[in-house]
């Protein structure tokens, strides 16, 4: 009983459709010919799903223009790909495809960014790249090895020296 006296079956009395077959140790005790068949239909009645239903107009109301237009080159080879390779794998391979053209689209950029945005003495802004020296032990040739900078210009130059100006 619900709270407030209500029914939770409207008044009927509830009613198990599965029958004794509901229970495993009463279907391996032995099922007849009709209970099999019973069965079979009672489980496909169960299904409440029986697939993926692709309504086309339905797909342009949910897709937007800009959307369908950056998602047409990969639809395209997913289309051409799923008659050779099934649509899960078709659809893996676009999924990939995408991710990793994201991934190059990033390193390329961030490696213009690094080439073309560099810090020196032009600009207040940038990454700024220092490479260490080379280590120098004693019993290495050249040790001690003298450092290449001299005067108190050479330090914190950012290439000022290097500039044609």
């Not at 004794?20 to 010919?33: K, Q």
């Not at 237009?69 to 390779?85: H, Q, S």
């Not at 290449?148 to 044609?164: I, L, N, T, V």
Request: proline share 6%; hydrophobic share 35%; charged share 25%.
């Amino acid at each position: 009983m619900v709270a407030g006296g209500a029914s939770d079956t409207g008044g009927v009395k509830p009613m198990a459709i599965a029958g004794r077959m509901v229970r495993e140790r009463e279907r391996l005790i032995g099922m007849t010919p009709d209970e099999r068949a019973w069965r079979k239909q009672w489980l496909k009645d169960q299904e409440l799903h029986h697939g993926a239903r692709k309504v086309p107009a339905l797909e342009l109301e949910l897709n937007n223009p800009i959307k369908r237009l950056y998602r047409a080159p990969l639809d395209t080879i997913t289309k051409v790909l799923t008659p050779a390779l099934g649509f899960q794998r078709a659809y893996t391979v676009r999924y990939w495809t995408g991710k990793a053209l994201i991934a190059l689209t990033g390193i390329y950029a961030a490696a213009y960014y690094f080439k073309y945005n560099q810090n020196d003495w032009t600009r207040k802004g940038g990454w700024r790249v220092i490479s260490s020296r080379k280590a120098c032990v004693p019993g290495d040739e050249g040790f001690p090895r003298l450092s290449d900078r001299s005067a108190p210009s050479d330090y914190a130059a950012r290439g000022f020296k290097q500039s044609p100006i």
